[in-house]
């Protein structure tokens, strides 16, 4: 071995370093704000830590069997999933409806495209007190909107019943995020060039075709990405239901996000509120992983195509 | 040149650090909802001029549930923002039993003997210590709309039945009139109800096998499903609701503390406060909120002499203009004569039905309990049975 062969391996190992060494400060912020407080979530989880005990004692899994046969997290965990479900399902539709409206030419579409944007800038706070008087069924506006609608008194104490208060902040939150969805999907829209479709219809396709083939393929990456990121904040949603509902009546619209941060802030029960944290992100990133699975394979076969 | 100003840059350092020259311009952050009020500046311009020290207040939210996060949240973490805070029982027995308060005996070695012994010594007392002398003092009063009453022809209630009837005869569900008004939104408001018909039953709130436990919770499900004298909409309701309901003439009667009084004071001709009638036995719920120290203040002692110089009576005296005060020499002067629910309240204090909600250090875990289920039974998703050997149970794993 001579000096000739060996230089390139120190210069490659100077490289190395030097690369550690610049990466090293994004790394060690990393850790210190993500790794580390991850890892300390999960010893928490397996303590019995309560405040207002005075506790700190290694509990084992109790955090857990608690968590499993906690009457309200029946409830909270149903709600959860419709939550989920429906919000994501409407937003999704809608928002692709309201792209391709905005999409269209005409007259005072920038004004439109503004105002859209309204419920998504506000406060998820704000807006959840403000539907908190909003579907009072005595103040509300929204019994005054069918009052008015439907030309008789309509009287209707939507937050009081199970279903309907399920609605409303089904309703409230797909009111809110839909517009943002929309202008995500927009701005995937407008890179699909329009030559694209003049062809399409020479060749005599249909909108629904045009739709099937250019478009949804054309926004798919932007819906992937998008739909991941939205069904992750529905999931650790609360402010709309602490502003709303308190999670009421009873548990009827507790999201597991919410009752975190009850047993986190109100009661200071920590190790109990570490151990819902960690099945929280352990469902995320179980629905990250299935996700980008499905992204995968949808853009294979897209490939393939 | 250079050498002078890094002394002198030095010596800026150390006097700005040492608190031995920064204590002349102490300035003690109080955080309080009182802040809102005119008096307030009264209150703070006092104690200045008798401690001496710089009073900075912050003005605090009065809806409870965003307070509780707040503060509950600031202390959690170490913030020292606020050297004193104002917390309600709820708040201050968490908060004492988590070590988030700062003891206060001086304090009440120097004037805590005017005010409720059981207060001082059920709520402001854990274990050997002091933390929390009263900012305010308040009852659940019954508030009745005198012309809802005439217009039916009824005598204001005295027993449970008299209660019942009056309740149901003031209903009128086409005009949107009920009998009851009540605030049962989680997060507090349900609780205090649950409490005040768990006296008036003669229940037992560690106890929901207990009969009297049983009847009060299913007289919260008959007030709606039963009888019908209340709507069902106050189960998503606070007090800012129920408050606006009775100021427009929908209910006959509430029980509620004084904020109804300050929101229909300039009506005040048409509302009276009548005395709390027997169910089991007559019973309503006192609540004082308190001024407590946070643990992590730098200015402790500055505090201390703050929170003394507060339970001076004409300090004291200012709190008239507020939300009351506890302390005795208030309670007897002629000022307070003059004001209808401090009346009430002297009057329940001699009938003897007033008295402090049960306050167990893990009250909150336990409210949260009890108002999910009992929400839940009243709004039908789960019987009576259910309710109370879920809230049984929850009492078992807090034990």
């Known amino acids: ?305 | 040149m250079k050498k002078l100003f890094s002394l002198m840059l030095c010596l800026a350092i150390m006097l700005a650090c040492c608190p031995a020259f920064a204590e002349a311009g102490e300035t003690v952050t109080i955080l309080t909802r009182y802040a809102a009020y005119d008096n307030w500046d009264k209150i703070v311009e006092l104690l200045e001029e008798k401690t001496g020290y710089t009073i900075n207040t912050i003005l605090a939210t009065t809806e409870y549930s965003d307070y509780c996060t707040k503060i509950s949240s600031a202390l959690t973490v170490g913030d020292d923002s606020y050297d004193i805070i104002d917390v309600d029982e709820l708040l201050g027995v968490t908060f004492e039993a988590a070590g988030y308060l700062a003891p206060i005996d001086e304090v009440v070695a120097y004037g805590g003997d005017k005010y409720l012994t059981s207060w001082m010594e059920n709520i402001s007392k854990s274990g050997d210590n002091y933390y929390l002398i009263p900012s305010s003092y308040s009852g659940i009063y019954l508030y009745v709309n005198k012309d809802l009453f005439t217009n039916v022809g009824v005598a204001y209630p005295t027993t449970l039945d008299e209660f019942i009837t009056a309740a149901q005869a003031i209903t009128d569900v086409d005009n949107g009139v009920y009998g009851l008004g009540s605030a049962w939104m989680q997060g507090g408001y349900m609780f205090n109800d649950i409490q005040r018909l768990i006296m008036a039953f003669d229940g037992d709130f560690y106890d929901w096998d207990n009969e009297g436990t049983r009847k009060a919770v299913q007289f919260m499900y008959d007030q709606i499903n039963t009888y019908g004298f209340t709507p069902k909409s106050v189960i998503s309701e606070d007090y800012s609701a129920e408050n606006q309901k009775f100021a427009d003439g929908k209910y006959g009667m509430i029980f509620q503390w004084q904020s109804a009084y300050t929101t229909c004071q300039d009506e005040w001709e048409k509302y009276e406060i009548i005395a709390i009638p027997t169910f089991e036995k007559a019973a309503t719920i006192m609540t004082s909120w308190g001024f407590g120290i946070n643990g992590n203040s730098k200015h402790k002692e500055a505090a201390i002499e703050i929170l003394k110089a507060f339970t001076d009576v004409d300090v004291q005296m200012l709190t008239l203009g507020i939300e009351y005060s506890q302390h005795a020499d208030v309670l007897s002067s002629e000022e307070a004569a003059e004001d209808p629910t401090l009346v009430a309240l002297a009057q329940y204090g001699a009938a003897g039905v007033i008295a402090p909600r049960a306050m167990p250090t893990y009250v909150n875990e336990i409210q949260d309990i009890m108002e999910t289920n009992v929400s839940a039974f009243v709004s039908d998703q789960i019987s009576l049975d259910e309710c109370c050997a879920n809230v049984n149970f929850g009492f078992e794993d807090l034990m």
Request: charged share 15%.
């Open chain 1, 1 to 305: 071995m001579n000096s000739l062969t060996i230089a390139p391996k120190v210069k490659r190992s100077r490289a190395k370093k030097c690369i550690w060494m610049l990466i090293l400060p994004a790394v060690v912020i990393r850790a210190a704000t993500m790794l580390y407080p991850l890892c300390v979530t999960f010893y928490y989880s397996l303590l019995d830590y309560r405040v207002t005990k005075q506790l700190k004692v290694w509990g084992g899994i109790k955090n857990y069997e608690k968590f499993f046969r906690d009457p309200s997290i029946k409830a909270t965990l149903s709600f959860t999933l419709r939550f989920t479900v429906f919000s994501m399902v409407f937003i999704v539709v809608l928002g692709i409806l309201f792209a391709l409206l905005l999409n269209v030419k005409f007259h005072g579409k920038p004004f439109l495209r503004s105002i859209a944007l309204i419920p998504w800038a506000m406060p998820t706070i704000v807006i959840g007190i403000a539907m908190r008087w909003g579907f009072n069924g005595t103040y509300g506006f929204v019994n005054d909107l069918i009052t008015r609608l439907i030309g008789q008194p309509f009287n209707y104490d939507w937050l009081a019943n199970v279903g309907s208060a399920q609605f409303s902040v089904i309703f409230v939150d797909i009111w809110k995020n839909t517009p943002f969805f929309a202008i995500m999907v927009l701005a995937a829209l407008q890179t699909i060039p329009s030559e694209l479709y003049e062809a399409a219809r020479v060749d005599g396709s249909g909108a629904i075709r045009s739709f099937r083939h250019i478009t949804l393929p054309g926004i798919s990456k932007t819906l992937g990405t998008m739909g991941l990121f939205f069904t992750l904040w529905r999931i650790s949603s609360f402010d709309l239901v602490y502003a709303m509902t308190s999670g009421g009546p009873g548990s009827a619209t507790s999201l597991i996000a919410y009752k975190l941060m009850l047993e986190t802030v109100k009661t200071l029960n920590y190790g109990y509120a570490s151990c819902i944290a960690v099945i929280l992100f352990a469902v995320m990133v179980l629905i990250t992983i299935l996700s980008k699975g499905i992204m995968r394979v949808l853009a294979t076969r897209g490939e393939r195509r």
